[in-house]
């Protein structure tokens, strides 16, 4: 597999493999997920495979997780531009849970440090 240039991994990123579309069909990655507790983000590639799968393994689990529609990007579908897919992949990530932008995303995770401007 090759790496998007600016998204290679670095020093202690941990890379989980995987062999379908939702994050959890990595065991290791399922595992890290119901050790943590935490809440996660999930920005980048692949929103109409990707994302909406990991999304629903997500909520069927009680795992907590927000979408970072602006970091994030899908493929355009059989009668569907790119971007009216992503548009659709929002839509229907918000039946599971949250949609933010950059500043909701900010604040949620650093409250008191920065505020974002458009």
């Avoid at 994050?23 to 290791?28: D, H, T, V």
């Avoid at 997500?58 to 971007?83: C, K, M």
Wanted: charged share 20%; proline share 3%.
């Amino acid at each position: 597999m090759s790496w998007i240039k600016v998204f290679e991994p670095h020093g202690s990123d941990m890379i989980f493999e995987r062999n379908r579309h939702s994050c959890y069909a990595s065991r290791e990655f399922a595992e890290m997920m119901d050790r943590s507790g935490q809440p996660f983000l999930m920005a980048g590639f692949a929103g109409e495979t990707a994302f909406l799968s990991t999304a629903i393994d997500a909520f069927h689990r009680g795992h907590n997780f927000s979408f970072l529609q602006v970091a994030s990007a899908s493929h355009a579908l059989e009668h569907t531009q790119a971007e009216g897919a992503h548009r659709t992949v929002g839509d229907v990530m918000r039946v599971y849970r949250d949609v933010i932008d950059t500043q909701g995303w900010i604040t949620a995770t650093h409250p008191e440090k920065i505020r974002f401007v458009q």
